[in-house]
């Protein structure tokens, strides 16, 4: 029965947190209590908000902020395949925009899209042939 009351007031207090806009701290509360009540409910509905959010950032080209978000969300099993995907999109997003800084003869600033990519595709290639126009 004192579990149950601790879990009751753990959720009780990730729920404060979530009206409040904290997702992290009620994540990581519902986390812990999974088997309470819907917390397991109320957690993937904070990924699907985190997630979404990561899209609407890649889609109006804040790249920089959705690698930052990608790389600060919990991998679980839920958010493994959506991450993986929002990654892809999002340096996809980023190597568009080095390809078409360089067709514009904007070296210096597609060298700096193309350093945050370098793994993708042939970003190397292209940041390095950047570096060499820029000199």
Not at 11 to 24: F, H, P, R, T
Not at 36 to 49: H, N, P, Q, V
Not at 72 to 84: F, G, S
């Amino acid at each position: 029965m004192l579990l149950v009351g601790l879990w009751y007031a753990l959720y009780k207090k990730a729920d404060e947190l979530y009206n409040s806009g904290k997702l992290d701290d009620a994540a990581e509360i519902w986390q812990s209590i999974m088997d309470y009540g819907d917390s397991k409910d109320r957690l993937a509905e904070i990924y699907d908000e985190q997630l979404a959010d990561i899209e609407r950032n890649i889609n109006v080209g804040k790249n920089d902020v959705a690698s930052a978000q990608i790389s600060r969300i919990q991998v679980n099993a839920y958010t493994e395949d959506k991450l993986n995907e929002l990654a892809e999109k999002n340096n996809e997003a980023q190597y568009q925009k080095g390809v078409q800084l360089m067709t514009d003869g904007k070296f210096d600033e597609a060298k700096e899209v193309f350093v945050k990519i370098l793994e993708y595709k042939d970003s190397r290639e292209k940041y390095l042939k950047c570096r060499k126009k820029d000199m």
